[in-house]
């Protein structure tokens, strides 16, 4: 029971470059998360996707484009990369839907990306 | 939206004193409060949470209150130990499929 993987770890990419972080979680869970955090920002939410087939813009979107793959995997693309999206990104997955009220979060290791 | 306010943004504490982070919130229709820890490096974890059917819970030298009334909810840790060391998130959420609204966190330094 791997939890939350994401891909890759650390990835530099120059200006206009574009690139897809991959996350996959095996634990059964309907929603999943894309976050990022920057110092003194906290986590802010990208964009989330509460069910298979539905997909949601969150706090700061532009720049971004997500897809759910399937229930369970969510992908993050950043179509032409820009020095403001230097970041460490979380994807998160909640919520099995089994009746127990489980809504906790369970993070990815994370993705540092530099671009410069 | 939802909107979390957390304070202090810095803690220090001697070893064995306690600690205590401060959530406000502004959905009315939240009733979901995590808190996550975040240590240097590693991905947030989910340490307690509660939900507004109850006021208190504990989980060993870590307690969180709500009051639903004020829209506070704190985290209490007490006897602290360095590898208490952190940064702390709290969030609230209306639950379900609802997304999590985390607060700014908290870096809690606990001094040897």
Redesign the interface.
Known sequence: NAGVTQTPKFQVLKTGQSMTLQCAQDMNHNSMYWYRQDPGMGLRLIYYSASEGTTDKGEVPNGYNVSRLNKREFSLRLESAAPSQTSVYFCASSYPGDGKANYGYTFGSGTRLTVV | GENVEQHPSTLSVQEGDSAVIKCTYSDSASN?F?W?KQELG?????II?I?SNVGEKKDQRIAVTLNKTAKHFSLHITETQPEDSAVY?CAA?P???????????TKLQVIP
């Open positions: 979901y995590p996550y590693k991905r947030p974890q989910l949470d939900r998130f959420s639950g379900g499929y609802q997304k999590v609204t985390f607060g700014i966190g």
